[in-house]
């Protein structure tokens, strides 16, 4: 069982070279995902000079961690949005997912990438008989917008469920295959693409905004964000904005490529689907899902995702991986420009577990603000979009959970949280994480998050430091993983502690 994404298994790593001097450019892409790689692929051609930049490889980061699902039918969102909205905005969002989805398949049929791309039935299901009315209120949905759909029982694996509705629409990839696909046309484009380069500071100068990196600054007059999250707290204050999930997925071979892919409206959320590649078949089942706020469950909930693939799949555990997911209040994604009126500084954030549809539709929307053509979704995801009532009892849960966390890793004092090989210390008003790994060595780290000031918890799955607050990720010797955090944690190693 190996602790690493099936979309990295099998794909030769080879990056890009880093930035090593300061330039300028017209525009600047931060993050190489599949938000950021489908704007400069609608840019590619056009007049400015385009740069991304990734702190990674570029579609090794959260793109990475995806079940690659290309679908609509994402639990029950249309009665939600109909809800906290009204039918027009869920009519919309519905008709976005469409347009990223043939967005997706145009791309792969023209540039003929291989990516393992096939068509499937796409399912949402409950086994909670309590819930089948909230079903009955997508239905309702459906049959007003001539969704063709069909009430069911089992899902094609033969696992029975109290209720499901499938949809013959949908289609799954292989994330990775395809961005890399994505990436080899942008070289050929031109675009200059710097990886291994992490983004540390963002400032307006005059026209241009100043970008600080690990090795040289980068001048540009637009600078779109397409990173999972921002690395910048303001402009934006995201943090504020948006919850972040922590989900599991596991993986294994079976026999069969059943073509469907499947999601529960239960909490936690759990998710099917399956892939082939290379003559062998895999079965790919997420869930567990909770905020990262509820750290303490998270081992807990990690166990249970197995026991269960084991209970429903009987199938041996070949890869095991985690993902994050920013949430929004109102689930809808944020895309666009992040003042108003004025388009100098775009992003693209909080997909709500949809980030190969949602951050397809992102690079088009904006591709179309930098090149100032139309576009009929940019005010449904614009960032200024109106106050719902589930958007403000959302914030509210939201900023409550990250503020109780913030303040229990300040003031616990008993680290129950951590894992038995974590020794905890204060040294110089300080506070020091030690780990010991299985050859007895001792691995030391500053256990504050430089994002927000949060204390970090040991990950015992992944051995990893996380920030319950936000999201940051840390190895074992403070290394920075995963963002918002752009900075290491690195004790200084001569230190006697």
């Given at each position: 069982?190996?602790?690493?994404?099936?979309?990295?298994?099998?794909?030769?790593k080879?990056?890009?070279?880093?930035?090593?001097?300061?330039?300028?450019?017209?525009?600047?892409?931060?993050?190489?995902?599949?938000?950021?790689?489908?704007?400069?692929?609608?840019?590619?051609?056009?007049?400015?000079?385009?740069?991304?930049?990734?702190?990674?490889?570029?579609?090794?980061?959260?793109?990475?961690?995806?079940?690659?699902?290309?679908?609509?039918?994402?639990?029950?969102?249309?009665?939600k949005?109909?809800?906290?909205?009204?039918e027009?905005?869920?009519?919309?969002?519905?008709n976005?997912?469409?347009?990223?989805?043939?967005?997706?398949?145009?791309?792969?049929?023209?540039?003929?990438?291989?990516?393992?791309?096939?068509?499937?039935?796409?399912?949402?299901?409950?086994?909670?008989?309590n819930?089948?009315?909230?079903?009955?209120?997508?239905?309702?949905?459906?049959?007003?917008?001539?969704?063709?759909?069909?009430?069911?029982?089992?899902?094609?694996?033969?696992?029975?469920?109290?209720?499901?509705?499938?949809?013959?629409?949908?289609?799954?990839?292989?994330?990775?295959?395809?961005?890399?696909?994505?990436?080899?046309?942008?070289?050929?484009?031109?675009?200059?693409?710097?990886?291994?380069?992490?983004?540390?500071?963002?400032?307006?100068?005059?026209?241009?905004?100043?970008?600080?990196?690990?090795?040289?600054?980068?001048l540009?007059?637009?600078?779109?964000?397409?990173?999972?999250?921002?690395?910048?707290?303001?402009?934006?204050?995201?943090?504020?904005?948006?919850?972040?999930?922590?989900?599991?997925?596991?993986?294994?071979?079976?026999?069969?490529?059943?073509?469907?892919?499947?999601?529960?409206?239960?909490?936690?959320?759990?998710?099917?689907?399956?892939?082939?590649?290379?003559?062998?078949?895999?079965?790919?089942?997420?869930?567990?899902?909770?905020?990262i706020?509820?750290?303490?469950?998270?081992?807990?909930?990690?166990?249970?995702?197995?026991?269960?693939?084991?209970?429903?799949?009987?199938?041996?555990?070949?890869?095991?991986?985690?993902?994050?997911?920013?949430?929004?209040?109102?689930?809808?994604?944020?895309?666009?420009?992040?003042?108003?009126?004025?388009?100098?500084?775009?992003?693209?954030?909080?997909?709500?577990?949809?980030?190969?549809?949602?951050?397809?539709?992102a690079?088009?929307?904006?591709?179309?603000?930098?090149?100032?053509?139309?576009?009929?979704?940019?005010?449904?995801?614009?960032?200024?979009?109106?106050?719902?009532?589930d958007?403000?009892?959302?914030?509210?849960?939201?900023?409550?959970?990250?503020?109780?966390?913030?303040?229990?890793?300040?003031?616990?004092?008993?680290?129950?949280?951590?894992?038995?090989?974590?020794?905890?210390?204060?040294?110089?008003?300080?506070?020091?994480?030690?780990?010991?790994?299985?050859?007895?060595?001792?691995h030391?780290v500053?256990?504050?998050?430089?994002?927000?000031?949060?204390?970090?918890?040991?990950?015992?799955?992944?051995?990893?430091?996380?920030?319950?607050?936000?999201?940051?990720?840390?190895?074992?010797?403070?290394?920075?993983?995963?963002?918002?955090?752009?900075?290491?944690?690195?004790?200084?190693?001569?230190?006697?502690?």
């Amino acid at each position: 069982m190996e602790n690493k994404s099936i979309w990295k298994s099998g794909i030769r790593k080879r990056a890009l070279k880093k930035l090593n001097e300061n330039i300028t450019t017209d525009i600047l892409i931060i993050g190489g995902g599949i938000s950021g790689l489908t704007t400069a692929y609608f840019l590619r051609k056009s007049k400015y000079k385009i740069t991304l930049i990734d702190k990674d490889i570029c579609g090794y980061g959260i793109s990475a961690n995806t079940t690659g699902k290309l679908t609509f039918v994402q639990d029950l969102i249309y009665s939600k949005l109909t809800k906290n909205f009204n039918e027009e905005i869920a009519l919309k969002y519905l008709n976005s997912c469409k347009d990223a989805i043939k967005i997706v398949k145009t791309i792969i049929s023209r540039n003929k990438i291989e990516c393992n791309l096939e068509n499937v039935c796409s399912y949402v299901f409950t086994n909670d008989i309590n819930k089948i009315e909230n079903f009955k209120k997508e239905e309702e949905f459906y049959n007003k917008n001539n969704i063709k759909y069909k009430v069911v029982n089992k899902l094609p694996n033969n696992l029975s469920i109290k209720y499901g509705l499938k949809v013959n629409y949908g289609s799954v990839f292989h994330p990775v295959k395809y961005l890399m696909g994505i990436r080899k046309m942008l070289l050929e484009s031109k675009i200059d693409i710097y990886e291994n380069t992490r983004a540390i500071k963002l400032t307006k100068k005059d026209d241009y905004y100043e970008v600080i990196t690990e090795n040289g600054t980068i001048l540009a007059k637009k600078v779109i964000v397409c990173t999972h999250y921002p690395f910048f707290i303001i402009p934006g204050i995201l943090p504020l904005k948006s919850s972040i999930e922590k989900s599991y997925v596991v993986s294994g071979i079976t026999p069969i490529n059943k073509k469907f892919v499947a999601i529960s409206n239960e909490n936690p959320v759990y998710s099917i689907r399956y892939h082939t590649d290379d003559d062998k078949t895999y079965i790919i089942y997420a869930g567990s899902s909770h905020y990262i706020a509820n750290h303490f469950d998270a081992e807990k909930r990690y166990k249970e995702l197995i026991n269960d693939y084991k209970n429903y799949i009987g199938k041996d555990i070949k890869y095991y991986f985690l993902n994050h997911d920013v949430m929004t209040p109102d689930y809808l994604p944020y895309i666009g420009s992040v003042y108003k009126n004025d388009n100098s500084l775009l992003i693209a954030t909080g997909f709500n577990k949809w980030g190969m549809t949602n951050g397809t539709i992102a690079g088009k929307i904006l591709s179309d603000i930098v090149l100032d053509k139309d576009n009929k979704y940019i005010e449904l995801f614009s960032l200024h979009r109106k106050i719902t009532k589930d958007k403000v009892k959302n914030l509210i849960v939201y900023n409550y959970l990250n503020a109780k966390t913030y303040i229990l890793t300040k003031i616990k004092k008993e680290y129950t949280f951590y894992h038995e090989n974590i020794e905890i210390k204060t040294v110089e008003g300080k506070k020091i994480g030690i780990y010991t790994d299985k050859k007895n060595t001792k691995h030391m780290v500053y256990i504050t998050c430089p994002h927000l000031k949060c204390n970090l918890i040991f990950n015992s799955i992944d051995k990893t430091w996380d920030c319950p607050c936000h999201g940051s990720r840390f190895d074992i010797d403070g290394n920075i993983l995963f963002g918002p955090s752009v900075y290491d944690i690195k004790v200084n190693k001569d230190a006697n502690y």
